[in-house]
């Protein structure tokens, strides 16, 4: 039975949660942000709340859950979905599309770089650049009105992962943006702090000054009555893009499947945040749906991603040189993204 079944064709949102709690203990270390520190809050009856994992960080945990870094390549049942390799001149592996914080976005893929082809064994970079033949497959005008259902359709050709999580294009025009269809965060309720502290020290030089000899430090972490994790599927936008059956089921598919693996292997949110799934994950709106365990999503991934084969790139993965330019030695770009894809904890 496929994964989209009645109780998902007319709701407008899967939302779904799941009760966290610490591997060991009761202390965690929450996500924290360079110019606020831990993002704590007031609910209007007193509760003390905490954001343990922004939405930005928990779609690239998401992401990285469904890579295999040791290949390089996604995990073995995924591959055939289609991504971009950032490679550099020597045929180096760089990044992707799938680990990049900017997606399909990436400076690296959408400023100077260029399309590598192979004709009869023989590696060729196109003259033109990606960002400029992406543009001109969407039909992008500067001046005209966008095609939305092109641009849609060359995500999804490209890189269906920028359409789950979102992508803003503004390499190419600052209109091209695609809203996440999947999006999920961690908080902590009725929480409070967990002073401690340490020492560094030097066994040799104790009283060396400037930070190389022996020094205290503090640090906060929380304990919390209650740890969650939420999920939202925004199916109503996921229609509303009018892709044909099996490519609304695969990226429904893809999108529960990335959910199930990130609570299955991606819960070590940091050294201190270590975290296990402490109940089962349900679904509270549409009541009574259930969810899909990882193995029977993952085979239905695989089922899918052979029947929109004719909707992706061909090869599925496409490579792209980047080669740095006087800019990119001289200081970092950060791109002009409106809401970063990784908070301060995890760049």
């Not at 020492?199 to 930070?211: A, C, F, H, R, T």
Request: glycine content about 8%; hydrophobic content about 35%; proline content about 4%.
């Amino acid at each position: 039975m496929s994964v989209y079944d009645d109780q998902l064709k007319n709701a407008p949102r899967l939302l779904m949660e799941v009760r966290l709690s610490p591997l060991q203990g009761n202390r965690f270390q929450p996500t924290g942000f360079a110019d606020l520190g831990a993002a704590r809050y007031t609910l209007p009856g007193g509760t003390e709340m905490l954001l343990v994992e922004s939405v930005q960080s928990v779609a690239n945990r998401m992401e990285l859950a469904c890579w295999d870094s040791s290949a390089q390549d996604l995990i073995s049942d995924l591959r055939g979905l289609p991504y971009l390799k950032i490679v550099d001149e020597k045929n180096k592996h760089l990044s992707n599309s799938l680990l990049e914080a900017h997606r399909i976005n990436s400076e690296y893929v959408m400023k100077e770089s260029r399309r590598v082809t192979v004709t009869d064994g023989k590696r060729k970079v196109t003259a033109e650049t990606f960002n400029k033949e992406f543009a001109a497959e969407i039909g992008y005008e500067k001046d005209g009105r966008v095609d939305w259902k092109r641009f849609q359709l060359g995500l999804l050709k490209y890189d269906p992962n920028s359409l789950i999580h979102g992508c803003f294009l503004e390499e190419i025009g600052g209109r091209l943006r695609a809203t996440r269809i999947l999006s999920g965060f961690i908080e902590a309720t009725d929480v409070a702090v967990a002073e401690s502290g340490g020492v560094k020290n030097n066994i040799v030089q104790p009283e060396l000054k400037g930070g190389e000899g022996n020094v205290p430090f503090h640090r906060s972490e929380f304990v919390a009555k209650e740890i969650k994790a939420y999920f939202n599927l925004d199916l109503a936008l996921l229609r509303g893009y009018g892709f044909d059956d099996q490519v609304t089921k695969l990226l429904t598919a893809l999108s529960l499947f990335k959910i199930r693996r990130f609570l299955t292997t991606g819960l070590r949110l940091r050294t201190a945040c270590d975290l296990k799934a402490d109940g089962e994950l349900t679904s509270t709106s549409p009541r009574g749906f259930t969810i899909p365990m990882e193995d029977d999503l993952l085979m239905e991934c695989k089922q899918l991603t052979e029947s929109c084969r004719p909707h992706f790139a061909d090869p599925p993965i496409t490579e792209i040189e980047w080669r740095p330019g006087k800019k990119k030695n001289k200081e970092a770009d950060v791109g002009n993204e409106e809401e970063p894809d990784e908070d301060a904890e995890n760049q």
